[in-house]
């Protein structure tokens, strides 16, 4: 099974990207937000339990999807250092149980741009940033800039490519 990682902060282009690098190569793709929206509507927010809870949503769906012979995962996840590191902790024990050689992806794009996609009215009604205000606060609280640990991480910044250019160009970078 394949399985890559695209990660950056909210709103830079991650699950539209991996929906179509996804459907390029029928793999599924699975967006870390869907855990923590279960995470946060069964636990809490913040809560005792609610990073080990979400942790497990991801890792059983990555073990189903493994079990039932997927061909492939795009994994969509907001990387927070150091804070994220428990979660990285149990994919990496997953990936290296099940034997997988992961991709990982960080994607950036400039702050203009970044601004314009969390407004983009395409974001209404959803648990997503959808204002230039939270986006900064967001920001301002979390460093998005940092690799995760111990893997080999292909930057893209995508500011100017649109969604297929930018799943293309990850294709060109990692081992399919």
Same mark, same amino acid.
């Given at each position: 099974m394949?399985?890559?990682? *695209?990660y950056g902060?909210?709103g *830079?282009g #991650?699950? =539209?990207? /991996?929906? !179509?690098l ?9 967006? $870390?937000?869907?855990?923590? %929206? ?5 636990? /809490? ?5 609610? !990073? ?5 949503i ?8 493994? !079990?039932?012979?997927?061909? /492939? *995962? ?5 990387y927070?250092?150091?804070? =994220?590191n ?5 994919? &990496?024990? &997953?990936?290296n149980k099940?034997? *997988? ?5 960080r994607? =950036?794009?400039e702050?203009? !741009?970044?601004? #314009?996609r969390?407004?983009n009215? =395409?974001?209404c009604n959803?648990?997503?940033? $959808?204002s230039?205000?939270?986006l %900064? %606060?967001?920001l301002?609280r &979390?460093?998005?800039?940092v690799?995760?640990?111990?893997v ?5 910044d995508n500011?100017?490519?649109s969604?297929e250019?930018?799943a293309?160009?990850i ?6």
């Amino acid at each position: 099974m394949k399985f890559t990682m *695209i990660y950056g902060p909210s709103g *830079i282009g #991650k699950e =539209s990207v /991996g929906r !179509e690098l996804a459907k390029r190569n029928d793999w599924h793709v699975f967006p $870390q937000h869907l855990a923590f %929206d279960v995470a946060c509507a069964v636990v /809490g927010f913040g809560k005792d339990g609610f !990073e080990a809870y979400q942790r497990k949503i991801c890792l059983d769906a990555f073990k189903t999807l493994y !079990e039932n012979n997927t061909k /492939g *995962i795009v994994f969509t996840f907001c990387y927070v250092h150091p804070f =994220s590191n428990y979660f990285i902790e149990g994919l &990496f024990d &997953f990936l290296n149980k099940s034997g *997988i050689n992961a991709n990982f992806v960080r994607l =950036s794009c400039e702050y203009e !741009e970044h601004v #314009k996609r969390v407004t983009n009215t =395409s974001r209404c009604n959803t648990n997503k940033i $959808q204002s230039k205000e939270y986006l %900064d %606060d967001y920001l301002k609280r &979390f460093d998005f800039s940092v690799d995760i640990p111990n893997v080999k991480t292909i930057h893209i910044d995508n500011t100017t490519m649109s969604i297929e250019t930018s799943a293309a160009e990850i294709e060109r970078n990692i081992v399919t």
